[in-house]
């Protein structure tokens, strides 16, 4: 079992950047791929970014796609995302999850078995 807490969301203007993280306890990273989701009010949660177990891989949500990047240091158990050209619609809670697939498409939640608790971003126009 692994424990993930995300950390570095906040309030930025629209245009700024954030580096979200995922600390990961428990167990080693690396033994899983690791996802970004993200909810905003009303809204399902909907995939944003992914990466392969030892990060050769990575997917993106075309409506991310050139202003995300999902990275990961399996050395520091940790999975980040760093969000420029922030826009008021990427407003939402941000959450990692860690998936035991090592293959396939990481977009669905139904692959992912452990999530953290989310970290809001806000983006003002």
């Known amino acids: 079992q692994v424990q993930l807490v995300e950390s570095g969301g906040g309030l930025v203007q629209a245009g700024g950047s954030l580096r979200l993280s995922c600390a990961a306890s428990?167990?080693?990273?690396?033994?899983?791929?690791m996802g970004w989701f993200r909810q905003a009010p009303g809204k399902e949660r909907e995939f944003v970014a992914a990466?392969?177990?030892?990060?050769?891989?990575?997917y993106h949500a075309d409506s991310v796609k050139g202003r995300v990047t999902i990275s990961r240091d399996n050395a520091k158990n940790t999975v980040s995302l760093q969000m420029d050209s922030l826009k008021p619609e990427d407003t939402a809670v941000y959450y990692c999850?860690?998936?035991?697939?090592?293959?396939?498409?990481?977009?669905?939640?139904?692959?992912?078995?452990?999530w953290g608790q989310g970290t809001q971003v806000t983006v003002s126009s």
């Open positions: 999850a860690a998936s035991t697939y090592s293959s396939g498409s990481l977009y669905y939640e139904w692959k992912y078995t452990y």
């Open positions: 990466i392969s177990r030892r990060g050769g891989s990575t």
């Open positions: 428990g167990r080693t990273l690396s033994t899983y791929a």
